[in-house]
């Protein structure tokens, strides 16, 4: 059976190709849990595929619906105005497709306790690293 759903984590992208790996990393465990679904990655600048790319070869898989998940930590200026330009004009070249956009990861409360939680392990390692000097 082949997917008829596909999310697409959408990156910002880096010059350093060691970047995208936690990306990567995020993709194969999400699409170890979900796989009757595609599970692909795109990015904004610096990176390959672009969002365009990934959209149309998706659609071209016969995907009908696509969720893009930002993978960003705040919702900038990237999301709120290219963000929507790209999906007008992807939504535009791709009239049959349903195009999703998902909250950027970073708003989210989940991912927020999560940062929260790593955070507090770093001050509570530096107090006691402070406390207790070798």
Known sequence: ?????????????????????????VRDRVAAAHPDSRVELAFLEFMSPDLAARVAELAAAGISRITILPMFIA???HLKRELPEMLAALQAAHPGLNL???????TTER???????QATDYLQTTMNATKNPE
């Not at 999703?100 to 970073?106: M, N, S, Y």
């Open 1 to 25: 059976m082949s997917a008829v759903s596909a999310l697409i984590l959408f990156g910002h992208g880096a010059r350093d190709p060691e970047w995208v790996q936690p990306l990567r990393a």
């Open 111 to 117: 991912i927020i306790a999560a940062m929260a939680v």
């Open 100 to 106: 999703e956009l998902a909250p950027a990861i970073g």
């Open 75 to 77: 919702q900038g200026g």
